[in-house]
């Protein structure tokens, strides 16, 4: 188990914040400009909080 706390206050689910990554990566065609990469960064560690999150809650998917 993680001894960081997870944040409290809602967290977007993983799907919608990977819908923003995936969104944001086809509009730079796959390269991200300069001014993209502070969101990328944001979007990757909100994803990774909104994971750990579900995963904590048993919200996961088991992918087949």
Do not use: H, K
């Not at 960081?4 to 730079?28: H, K, S």
């Not at 400009?33 to 904590?56: F, G, H, I, K, Q």
């Amino acid at each position: 188990m993680s001894s960081t706390p997870l944040p409290l206050g809602p967290v977007r689910p993983a799907a919608a914040v990977n819908q923003d990554i995936r969104a944001l990566m086809l509009a730079a065609c796959g390269r991200l400009r300069a001014e993209d990469r502070p969101v990328y960064e944001r979007l990757v560690a909100e994803w990774t909080v909104a994971t750990a999150r579900e995963r904590a809650c048993g919200d996961v998917a088991v992918a087949a």
